[in-house]
């Protein structure tokens, strides 16, 4: 248990420097991930006979083609602005990225002192990353900045799925009755369920143990 515990906070702690690095580099800035831009691969000239290579008139090419094109560069302009335009940092957004990096080792350590069974892990995490969110709240974000703070967002129905609450709630007898009986009058449904049931016990015993740090 303790080799295993060690190897988590191991990785834990390579995330939360590698962050902090990024963070301090960025002069605060949100850390959101990236996308790879795509490469513009130039068509090479035409060499074919004499009849290829003659010169067709403007006006022959067909308009919606030009028009596709046109739009098409534009967007990809209008991509490469946004993203090269990160939001200024301040002392908010500083903070809350700061909150959002430290989170996972804090749960974890929580995790390790009071166990599974105890409350304080998920009240302290669930805090923790809300108030982080909180942070980042009305500020002029641009599109990857965006999608990383909904994907944040989103992330917090995780916690529906963590002990205790989950055992406590989620999965409480009048939820499983109601489920129970849907089984039974709904053809097929036991069969999504168990499915699902498998990846959710993986998520379980598998995710929640590097502290749903991405």
């Known amino acids: 248990r303790n080799s295993r515990w060690i190897v988590i906070v191991a990785i834990e702690l390579t995330k939360v420097y590698l962050r902090l690095v990024l963070l301090y580099r960025g002069g605060g800035a949100i850390l959101a991930h990236r996308q790879i831009p795509s490469r513009t691969v130039e068509t090479p000239p035409n060499k074919g006979t004499d009849e290829d ?8 090419r067909p308009i919606l083609l030009d028009i596709l094109r046109t739009l098409s560069r534009l967007k990809e302009e209008m991509r490469a602005n ?3 335009r990160s939001t200024t940092p ?11 990096v430290i989170r996972p080792l804090v749960y974890l350590y929580l995790l390790y002192k009071n166990g599974l069974s105890s409350w304080w892990p998920w009240i302290v995490s669930f805090f923790i990353e ?24 989103l992330m917090l ?11 406590t709630v989620t999965n409480s007898s009048p939820i ?16 999504i369920l168990g499915i699902l049931s498998v990846i959710l016990h993986v998520y ?6 590097l502290a749903g740090s991405k």
């Open 90 to 100: 301040d002392l908010n957004i500083i903070i809350g990225e700061i909150l959002w």
């Open 82 to 84: 946004d993203i090269s």
């Open 157 to 167: 129905a995780l916690y529906l799925l963590r002990s205790p609450f989950y055992e």
């Open 176 to 191: 499983t009755n109601t489920l129970e009986i849907s089984k039974r009058n709904i053809p097929h449904l036991a069969s």
């Open 204 to 209: 379980r015993t598998r995710y929640f143990y």
């Open 130 to 153: 809300f108030t982080s969110l909180r942070c980042l709240q009305n500020k002029k974000l641009n599109r990857l900045e965006s999608k990383e703070i909904q994907h944040r967002t």
């Open 53 to 60: 290579n003659i010169n067709i008139p403007r006006g022959t």
